[in-house]
């Protein structure tokens, strides 16, 4: 089936991935990222295994392996002197089916923010800054962006620990930390669960626009505040947007001028060159308010899978990417997964 309106149109898939069927896949919570090599071929995350896997354009499973993660959170692919790597922000908790779908570890997170080759070897790793709110605070990143060199870029790493104090963190291509940002730098106010973080380049190919400017600039996605807090690459506030028209913004791709965002609450909302609201896709906000949501309760008050999941209509996005020819790849959140793909028209 079709949803969308006019060029942004787009073809419903929601069973293209060849998951292995397993206990772990049916059961496990689903709460990671996705992201799109140079080869078409497309990176995620296992719902319930500590596993890595990569399917080629067809959904086929082309090959996977094991990694030391409680959850691939958030996935950020780069080219770093010609090789892809993978930058991981682990928030350091998942939810456990024999726990009735609590966190486990005594309710602390360890949280770990990790760079690793396409074979799952670690190549570094960045420390939680020492910063006074995280005395007794918990620390548990969400997202990573990078100022990559080979877009002009002078290899700076950024930090969104959206689940821990809303801070995001800013560290030099080194992995020494420089600075950090929390939303009272600007007239917007602090943040609250900045879930994902990314660096827009799309100004830098037109000169200057309405948006501020043509330098790219780094999006912060203020889940909890319902917004996107835009700041320029040394980490100054320049503008807010999306407060009118959003609810959970989660994650970002972009194609072109086009701007999607993940809505966690049941949607896509699709954007403009200047940021500018164009439509939602898959909206379903009404599912939302069912008890259990993103999945459902037993006559018991028991967390069970959701019986309500529709083609063409969105539970939960949550993970977020976009290949060369604009079709966007959605991992949802919730027990078992959805992995949907929807084909540009």
């Known amino acids: ?46 719902p319930g295994d500590q596993t890595m896997m990569v399917f080629d354009e067809k959904g086929n499973l082309a090959r996977s392996w094991q990694v030391e993660l409680s959850d691939a959170h958030g996935i950020t692919l780069v080219n770093d002197g010609g090789q892809e ?24 997170a360890k949280g770990q923010v990790l760079k690793m080759d396409l074979s799952g070897k670690v190549l570094a790793s960045l420390e939680r800054p020492d910063l006074d709110v995280y005395r007794e605070g918990m620390y548990s990143p969400t997202w990573v962006a990078v100022n990559e060199e080979r877009h002009g870029g002078n290899g700076d790493v950024w930090v969104a620990d959206g689940y821990g104090q809303s801070y995001v963190h800013r560290y030099d291509d080194t992995g020494n930390y420089i600075a950090s940002i929390n939303g009272d730098e600007g007239d917007a106010g602090r943040f609250s669960c900045p879930h994902a973080i990314f660096i827009d380049r799309r100004g830098t190919d037109r000169g200057g626009t309405d948006r501020g400017g043509s ?29 009118d028209f959003l609810t959970t913004p989660s994650g970002f791709a972009t194609h072109g001028d086009l701007l999607v965002i993940a809505e966690l609450r049941a949607r896509l909302t699709l954007c403009g060159k200047n940021d500018e609201f164009v439509c939602y ?21 028991n ?23 604009g079709n966007l790849y959605v991992a949802e959140w919730l027990i078992g997964g959805r992995f949907i793909r929807l084909g540009k028209v």
């Open 1 to 46: 089936m079709r949803i969308g309106i006019g060029a942004n149109t787009y073809e419903w898939q929601d069973s293209w991935a060849s998951i292995p069927d397993s206990e772990s896949a049916r059961t496990g919570w689903a709460h990671h990222g996705v992201a799109v090599m140079e080869s078409g071929q497309i990176i995620t995350y296992h």
């Open 85 to 108: 790597l993978l930058w991981i922000a682990d928030n350091g908790r998942k939810r456990q089916a024999d726990l009735g779908y609590e966190y486990g570890g005594g309710g602390g």
């Open 215 to 243: 330098d790219p600039e780094l999006y912060v996605a203020d889940r909890a505040n319902g917004r996107v807090q835009v700041y320029d690459l040394e980490g100054n506030y320049r503008r807010v947007f999306g407060g």
């Open 281 to 301: 896709l898959g909206a379903n906000d009404q599912v939302c308010d069912v008890e259990g949501w993103p999945n459902n309760k037993d006559a018991s008050g």
């Open 303 to 325: 967390v069970i899978p959701t019986s309500l999941l529709e083609s063409g209509k969105f539970n939960s996005p949550h993970g977020l990417a976009v290949d060369p020819q």
